[in-house]
Structure formats: structure tokens, C-alpha cells
């Protein structure tokens, strides 16, 4: 059958047309049948954290994604199936008389187990499967294998490592045509050979329910909705899809000054409505934009400029650089990555809510240790953006709303949440990430965690942002602060970043009280705004003091001292 293939392409982090090496590849095999679909992993839709806003990104993605597909043939789409990868492709696999599976490469620890589960049941119903990278600009295993086969921790590896596999790949185009897809049908009797001696089955229903629960309410495989997904609705304001993807890339690069001399330290944390950076970051985490693309047509505004362009690792393609480094951490230390357990990379500090580790698997289990109240306060009070330092509280705000922070915000955060005043470990952090950013990428969110909390990729750990000082460099005025601490919009710029400053008879004609946890947002005529929850000076130098103490002691994830029970009590 060889001589007209029918091929699934797969699609999972590459929701585009441009660029993309797999698609490509599939449709030169000159398919007489594709089907473009999207497997609703229930891995993803019940066992991962993620909030409202990243759902409806990924909607809104797979939405104009499939628009396309049915631009370029009235009869193709995206055709999302509703079970799982490793159980739905056998079955898909007879039922659609398919030759060939295709999909882009995924070093993910889960979609490596997964993948490679699929891969063997290609094997076994005869189907030939292509992976073929794209997700980074260098293939994540290669940049290892010339790393020395150690994870990429330093931008300078990547590069050494890059020059040695060559020159990032150029964008491809986009197909400008695309095969019909096949019949749809997806009688599964014949999977079901104890359906008939099952007295209390109804074999008609029964078809009825499998076609419903694979192809969605109206049966024809359509993206589902915020309403089938009963999930809230989203409360951020940015929206996912190639289309905006390359829109807002082609605006980007319009602005050569921007383009050629953007180095991120300079760009403001505070800015908002635009934001300093590109905000591109979700759209490289569903593949609705390729890195490739980013990277060359950046390239092509820096090598064009007259002026002198900035350079890696502060410019806008030394950002992706610290993208491909990360990614290169994780495929090499997989599943040991997420966690300072069993990582070889990540240093051991005794944290409080340190996470609770199943002795059997050496993962963690999703419980944490709660051996300090005060620390599961301080915890909290971050999440919910209450800490009484409005520096942090309108980042975790923006956080929870937007699903989107500056970079420069995400590092006062996590360092506040770690190293530099609650001594809370990272691993709760990226959490909370997880659940809420819209770009979030397990090997970025995690990655950046561990350089923040000092425990892999940077050292520095005397170095701390003040809650205080830090934005007070960047916005004097706390235009940031007043948008998503609206309680403050009032406040004399002199106490924006400490409102606990300022006199009861100011707070009281600025209409807003400095009293409490925050718990409670209102008394009277006035609002509440929470007191700090620690005097930041003093916390600061605890943390410097115990991280100087841990280092000392020099231990690593994967040491055994950490792994015989003495992981709290070091
Ligand atoms: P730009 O400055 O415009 O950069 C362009 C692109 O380069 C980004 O879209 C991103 O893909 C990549 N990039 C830039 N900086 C980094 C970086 N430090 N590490 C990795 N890639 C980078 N980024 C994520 O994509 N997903 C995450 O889950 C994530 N979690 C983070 C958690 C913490 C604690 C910290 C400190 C950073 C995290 N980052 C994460 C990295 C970075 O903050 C975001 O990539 C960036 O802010 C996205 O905004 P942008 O697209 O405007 O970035």
C-alpha cells in the first residue's frame, strides 16, 4: 500500500503550517489520504496543572489552526479525538487503513514515554512512523550528544555545541495545498470481542457512545469548546493562533531599531499594554510560531542593521539560545529534571514545603511536607497575591489574570518565594506557574526555577531583588502597581512600593487602610491593603546565611545522603 500512503499527521506542540519540518515531510511522501489530528491526551486533561487562561490559548490555537487546514482543502480540518495516544492508535490504525504515522519530536519526559509506547504500536500494525525535530532551534538530543552528552547548562555550551551540529535550520514554507482526508467512520466493534456475551449491553448504544466520546457532542471531531471542557472562562487578554503569531512577529521586525538592539536586562518589568518583551513566549510553547522563524527573520534584521545590533545572550535571539539550553537540560536528565530528587544537576537545600517523595518511583507525589506553618502561610499569601509588598502582589496578580509576566518579574517572584525571603521551595513555584502561565513550558518553568533559587545554572545567591528597590529603578511612579493593586491607585508615589509608610491620616484620604493579612479587603468607607508579612531586610539575610550554609555542605539532588531519609532532616 506503500505506493499511496495514507498518513495521520500528528499534531502536539507544532500548531502551525510555516515551518514545520514534520508536516513537510509528511506531504512528501505524496499522501493519497491525510488526516491531521490532535489525540486529547487525558494526561494532559487531568493529571497536568493548568489553568483557564492556557486552555483557552491552546482553543484558540487548534481553532485557527484548523481554519487553515480547511482553507488550504474544504474537506480537511483538525480532527481532535478525544482518548488517549497509546490506546485510540491501534485502533485508528485499522480502522483508517493507515501507511504512515508522522509528528514532530517531543524530548518531553512524558511524551518520550509516551511516544515511544506509540512508536511500538506503530511497529506492531505494520505503519511506519517519522519524527522528525522542530521544536527548538537544534534537535534537543543532538545538542546534548555534542555537549558531551551532559545536559546544556550554560549558554556557552549551547553555543560550542550548536557551532559543532551547524548551521539552525531555515524556515520552510507553508504547504499551499494539502490531500483529503479519509473516511472518518470509527466503528470499533471488532476491538470489542467480549461485547456480545456482556448480557447487559446494548452493542448499538454502545457504538453510539464510543463515536461520541472520540469525536466530541456533534460527533464530527470539532476543537472543543470552553463549555465541553468545563473549565472557567479565560481572564486573559491574549489570544493564541499562527495567524496573531506571525502578525505580531511581522510588527516586531518592522521595528529594525527594536529588533537589532533589544537586550532583555534593559527592557522594563513594569511596562504594560505594550510590554517591554515580545510576549511571543506561548506562541513557541504550542508551536503556533516556529523558533526557526523567529530566530532567522531577527537574524535578518540584525545582519541589515547599520547601527551596532546587541549580541547573544542579552539580545533577542540569545533568547531563544537560553530556550534551546534548557530544552537541552531536560531531554538529557528526563524525568530527574523536574525535581531536586534524584537530579545529578540541581543542588540540595533544605527548603521549607520540601516535596514528598514516593520511595518506590523517587518521584515527587504531588504532596509537599508541611513542617512549617509560618513558611505554608508566606506560601500562600504569595500565591494569592497578598504578601503586603505590592511589588509582588501585582506580579502574582498579573500573574493569575494575564497568564503572563515579564521575565525581570518572574525572577522577583521566584526569588522572593526562594533565596530571598520565604525560603520556600522552588518546586512549589514552578507549581503555580504551571497552573497559571500561558507560555508555560516544563523545560523553561522549570529551568528558570533552578536558576533562581540558585540551585542549577546560576550561584549568585547573595545576590537578592528587593521588593523595594528593584522596581522602584524602574517605575518611580508604580503605574504597574496601581493597575493590578488597584487598592493603591490613590497612594503618594514617595510610599507606592511601601504603603505601610505611610501615615494613618494619608491611608484614610487615600481611601485605603494598610492593616491585616488580607484576608479581609474591606472596612467601612475605606479598602484594605495587607500589611507586609515579614520585614524583607531581616528575611533576606536569614536566606543569605542559610543558602551559605547549604552550599557549604555542597549536596546534590542525586547524592545518597539525600536519598536515605535524610532528604528533610540534613
Ligand atoms: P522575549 O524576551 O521576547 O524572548 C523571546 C523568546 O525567547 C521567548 O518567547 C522565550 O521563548 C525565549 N526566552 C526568553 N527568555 C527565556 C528564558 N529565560 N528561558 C527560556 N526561554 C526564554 N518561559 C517560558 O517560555 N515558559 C515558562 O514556563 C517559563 N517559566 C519561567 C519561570 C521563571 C521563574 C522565570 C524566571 C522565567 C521563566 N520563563 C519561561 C522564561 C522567560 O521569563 C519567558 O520566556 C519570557 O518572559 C517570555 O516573554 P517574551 O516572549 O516576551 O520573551
Redesign the pocket.
Known sequence: PTSSPRVIYWFRTDLRLHDSPALIHALSLSPSILYPIWTWDPYYVYHSRIGSNRWKFLLDCQNNLSASLTALNPKSKLFVIREAPQTLFPKLFKAWGITHLVFEKDTDAYARERDGRVIELAREAGVEVIVKPGRTLYDSDELVKENKGKPTMSINQVQAAGAKIGDIPRPLLAPKSLPDPGETDLDFKQERPNRDHDANSNPRKEIENTYSALAGPNGDFAVPTVAELGIQEASTPHRGGETIALKILDEIVADSDYTATFE?PKTAPTAFEP?A?????PH??FGSLSCREFYWRVQGVVDKYKGKASQPPTS?TG??L??DM?FGAQASLNYSFRQTYNNSQCRFIPWHLPSEIDSKSGLITGKYHIDNQEALEWFTRWREGRTGFPWIDALMRQLKQEGWI??LG??AV?CFLTRGGCYVDWERGAEV?EEW?I???AA??IG??QW?SCTAFYSQFYRCYSPIAFPQKWDKEGKFVRRYCPELATFDAKYIYEPWKAPIADQKSWGCLIKGDGEQNEEGKFMVYPNPMFDFPERRDICIRAMKNAYSVGLYGDDPRVVDGSWRKL
Do not use: G, I
Open positions: 532583555k510590554q518583551t515580545t510576549l511571543l513566549s513557541l510553547h533577542l533568547q531563544l537560553f530556550r534548557y515579564h521575565h518572574r525572577h521566584a506557574f502561565l507560555d508555560h513550558e523553561c518553568n528558570n526555577w533562581l
